[in-house]
């Protein structure tokens, strides 16, 4: 049974910075395709950054330059650094798993869930 939960989330100050982490268990996170979605209150769910199982990753335009997605294999344990936060960064954050060498573009394709992380940036 694949499980991911995550943690880290809170709350910052506008130019703050975050880590969330995202334990797996059940799934090895170096065996398929890893990333963190994040939904804002009435909005769609975005993904934020991914990384594959050769340890390349891709971000969104949104993000780019001020978050870091990585992963410990040994402690199976995927994390987002989050730097220069912005209010419009608020928003649940989720990782999200899904077997494959490479990432696939639907969101569809992401089989495990965790329960999510709140992340608030006030200005």
């Known amino acids: 049974q694949v499980q991911l939960v995550e943690s880290g989330g809170g709350s910052v100050q506008a130019g703050g910075s975050l880590r969330l982490s995202c334990a797996a268990s059940?799934?090895?996170?170096?065996?398929?395709?890893m990333a963190w979605f994040r939904q804002a209150p009435g909005k769609g769910r975005e993904r934020v950054a991914q990384i594959n199982s050769y340890g390349s990753t891709t971000y969104a335009d949104s993000v780019k330059g001020r978050f870091t997605i990585s992963r410990d294999n040994a402690k199976n344990t995927l994390y987002l650094q989050m730097n220069s936060l912005k209010p419009e960064d608020a928003a649940m954050y989720y990782c999200?798993?899904?077997?494959?060498?490479?990432?696939?573009?639907?969101?569809?394709?992401?089989?495990?869930w965790g329960q999510g992380t709140q992340v608030t940036v006030s200005a």
């Open positions: 999200a798993a899904h077997y494959a060498t490479y990432c696939y573009t639907s969101i569809k394709d992401f089989n495990y």
């Open positions: 059940g799934y090895t996170i170096s065996s398929g395709c």
